[in-house]
């Protein structure tokens, strides 16, 4: 298999398609080492993005109380249906992208990112006009009032300036990725989540800003670290360097459409975290009050924290997966999804364990003295650890058929896994368990979908599988 990927890429060269050498290591080097080379920086950008988010609700958990946290978490059905257009730009067209480096398109890989760019803007546009005009309706829409009201309003405000930034900042981390910074790209989220953290600092004791300095914090820290990705595309540019460049968009809607179809099972799959946060919102303001919001937002960081270790094995290695099926390499593109399947339910179950015995530390870490918000938190990660042993099938599913294209599929398990599932629990578990069912009904709904996922995947492969042994009957047989 090394010998043909090396075949490729002579072939490619002789028609004068330079490839860097960060791209022949995506068909070349060892899976072993690829991986880790690769999936090692993305779990840092993501445990980074998880630390700054965790200390961030720590800050403001301890700094403003549990009704401050808890109007973070209510706000999420909108900043998911703002983020949920960027990531179906930024998943789809990354991985059209890496498919068109995989076959040596630089130019052509390079006109799909300045499409992606410019649709990002957009969309960022788009979404802060709306919720400039919307704002009350959207407050009045989500169930807020009182205090929980006034925290979910205020930090709507500080967080308006930025959906551009927090858009493009998704795209070109990826983008990076793509062209082979792994480390670069980890570097940059490590610096803006510790800016993050010292202005979270600055606003809220310092300055005394309430809730709306974190947004703050939040923003600028992303728009930073937005100008500095731009910059390591401008001086590409301007020094005539290989690899992945921001060029002039090949704006067409074949295009477009290809990328919002790819794209459209992440989309889902963050719009349906926001449908179903809504309706779990809902549920836990009607059976417990607002402080069930703050105990779901507690254990949540560390389902988080876990889940966004998973995401990081799956978008390191979605170059490694996009290349080499651009290139013809199957066997490596079932190497590399085994490997990270294996170490994504490993990393399950570290986090399981972590929830199982430190939960009570963690939870007064952020709410000190809130008796009531603990003994909440540690009835509902009793039952929600267990997602940590199922989500990792869905998600590595649903990111290996994103790599490859292939969008039904993935679109089909983030329906099941964000969406219909969950709400499915929500509507049947709190009626037959009351406030306990909340909890259950997303544990099913992870189990669930482990069925789901396995049965995409053996339809997947068995028809892959039957196409190669027709093709080769069809090549053996005379003319």
Aim: aromatic fraction near 10%; glycine fraction near 12%.
């Amino acid at each position: 298999m090394q010998e043909k990927a090396t075949v490729n890429v002579t072939k490619n060269n002789s028609e004068g398609k330079q490839m860097s050498s960060e791209e022949q290591g995506f068909l070349t080097a060892p899976l072993g080492k690829l991986i880790a080379r690769n999936a090692t920086p993305a779990v840092a950008s993501m445990l980074f993005m998880a630390f700054y988010q965790i200390v961030d609700g720590m800050m403001v958990g301890r700094r403003l109380g549990p009704e401050a946290l808890a109007s973070v978490n209510v706000l999420y059905p909108i900043l998911a249906l703002l983020v949920g257009f960027g990531v179906m730009i930024g998943v789809g067209g990354n991985a059209r992208i890496a498919v068109l480096l995989g076959g040596s398109q630089n130019r052509e890989a390079g006109r799909v990112l300045g499409l992606v760019v410019l649709l990002a803007v957009g969309i960022g546009l788009v979404g802060t006009v709306a919720v400039l005009l919307l704002m009350p309706v959207i407050l009045t829409m989500l169930g807020t009032s009182g205090s929980l009201g006034l925290y979910a309003a205020d930090y709507l405000k500080g967080m308006l300036p930025f959906f551009v930034f927090l858009i493009l900042f998704f795209v070109l981390e990826q983008s990076l990725r793509n062209d082979g910074q792994a480390n670069l790209a980890s570097g940059v989220m490590a610096f803006c989540s510790v800016l993050n953290i010292a202005l979270d600092y600055l606003f809220l004791y310092v300055l005394n800003l309430g809730i709306m300095g974190a947004s703050l914090a939040s923003g600028m820290s992303q728009t930073l670290g937005v100008f500095i990705f731009v910059g390591y595309f401008v001086q590409k540019h301007f020094r005539n360097k290989g690899g992945l460049r921001i060029r002039k968009p090949g704006f067409q809607l074949s295009t477009v459409g290809a990328i919002a179809v790819n794209g459209s099972s992440e989309m889902l799959n963050s719009l349906a975290m926001g449908i179903t946060t809504f309706f779990l919102n809902r549920a836990l303001l009607s059976h417990i009050g607002s402080l069930g919001v703050a105990a779901f937002t507690l254990v949540q960081y560390l389902l988080m924290l876990g889940g966004m270790v998973i995401m990081g094995i799956g978008n390191g290695t979605q170059p490694i997966l996009s290349y080499n099926y651009g290139a013809g390499q199957d066997d490596r593109v079932q190497g590399t999804f085994w490997r990270v399947m294996g170490m994504s339910l490993l990393m399950g179950g570290v986090f399981f364990g972590i929830m199982t015995r430190g939960m009570a530390t963690l939870t007064m870490w952020f709410v000190d003295g809130h008796r009531e918000t603990l003994a909440l938190t540690l009835e509902a990660s009793q039952t929600m650890r267990w997602s940590l042993l199922l989500k990792p099938v869905a998600m590595m599913a649903s990111i290996y058929f994103t790599a490859l294209e292939q969008a039904r599929w993935s679109l089909v398990i983030a329906l099941c896994h964000s969406l219909m599932l969950p709400l499915m629990g929500l509507a049947l578990f709190p009626r037959w368990w009351g406030a306990s069912g909340i909890w259950t009904a997303l544990v099913f709904a992870d189990g669930m979908a482990v069925l789901v996922a396995a049965g995409c995947l053996a339809v997947w492969w068995r028809r892959t599988e039957t196409e190669k042994v027709t093709r080769l009957e069809q090549l053996r047989s005379p003319s």
